[in-house]
């Protein structure tokens, strides 16, 4: 990764906007945390379906999806966005983790938010299987808890090992 | 630069922990966003082109967590730490940020003065 792409990488992260105010202390609700649970299971299984319809019907009808590539605006752009993405790239094995103190409320309790990580199984036409991970924060909203903003992330593949002192055999 | 350095760089700059989320069917309050730029953004910019961890760590609650791709950093003062070890090997120039005016909101009934002094 040169230079550029790190300017670039970092310019797009910045967008991340995270409403994030972390209360380690806080004691999440547990039948609010099993909304949330349940909501999250319904993205994981349209994911896993590589269904892009019910992906985005995960989202409210002006919600936001924010990745390091950049965000998306409007349950219909994020439909779009996750069917060209099925298009090229079938995702399995889609897993969710909740950290233990979410969702937290805002004070009128109309929003919760949440963070956590992730994992999936990719496979493209000229590459995969391979496992991806890394980490979200969302806000929820409505009856249904329906995803008013998602940011997530991908954790960089491990650094590859120093290159070997040039020797005469591998030279 | 290594490419796990990179990543944390990323993951630092990532977790700008501003109450923005977007909305583009409303409109929103051009005073709110003048003063996010002003309060959050500016500083924001500032510190990291002064590679000024502890300034960077003032923009974030005392209990913010900080999402970055290996993970989570909660509380301002271990943000400040790990953004004082990144700056130790990368020292940004013209750092800039942007806000998209149509994706600031606030979260709760609170007002905008109250919801700015938390970060």
Redesign the interface.
């Given at each position: 990764?040169n230079?550029r792409s790190?300017v670039a990488?970092?310019?797009l992260?910045?967008?991340?906007?995270?409403?994030?105010?972390?209360?380690?202390a806080n004691t999440p609700d547990p039948q609010l945390r099993q909304k949330l649970v349940d909501a999250i299971k319904k993205h994981t299984d349209a994911l896993d379906k590589n269904d892009a319809t019910a992906v985005a019907a995960n989202f409210t009808e002006?919600g936001?999806n924010v990745e390091?590539g950049g965000?998306t605006?409007?349950r219909p752009a994020i439909e779009k966005l996750w069917a060209d993405r099925f298009k090229q790239v079938h995702f399995s094995n889609n897993k969710v983790t909740v950290?233990e103190d979410s969702p937290h409320m805002?004070?009128?309790g109309?929003?919760m938010?949440a963070?956590g990580?992730w994992s999936a199984t990719i496979q493209g036409e000229k590459f995969g299987p391979t496992e991806i991970k890394?980490?979200?924060?969302v806000?929820r909203e409505g009856d249904d808890w329906n995803i008013?903003?998602l940011?997530s992330?991908?954790?960089?593949?491990?650094?590859?090992a120093a290159s070997p002192t040039p020797s005469p055999s591998n030279q | 630069m290594k490419t796990r350095l990179l990543g944390a760089l990323v993951g630092l700059a990532i977790s700008f922990a501003l109450p923005t989320f977007a909305q583009q069917k409303e409109a929103v309050d051009p005073q709110l966003i003048q003063k996010l730029y002003d309060t959050i953004s500016k500083k924001w910019n500032e510190a990291y082109n002064n590679h000024d961890a502890a300034a960077v760590g003032a923009l974030y609650t005392e209990d913010a967590v900080h999402v970055t791709p290996d993970g989570f950093v909660y509380g301002r003062k271990a943000i400040e730490n790990s953004l004082a070890d990144v700056f130790k090997s990368w020292q940004p120039k013209n750092h800039t940020s942007t806000i998209d005016p149509q994706s600031v909101r606030m979260l709760g009934p609170d007002t905008n003065g109250a919801k700015l002094r938390r970060i």
């Open positions: 990764m230079t790190v990488l970092l310019g992260a910045i967008c991340f906007t995270l409403p994030t105010f972390a209360q380690q002006d936001v390091q965000t605006f409007g950290d805002t004070t009128d109309k929003q938010w963070t990580g890394g980490y979200w924060a806000i008013r903003m940011c992330n991908v954790t960089p593949p491990p650094a590859p | -």
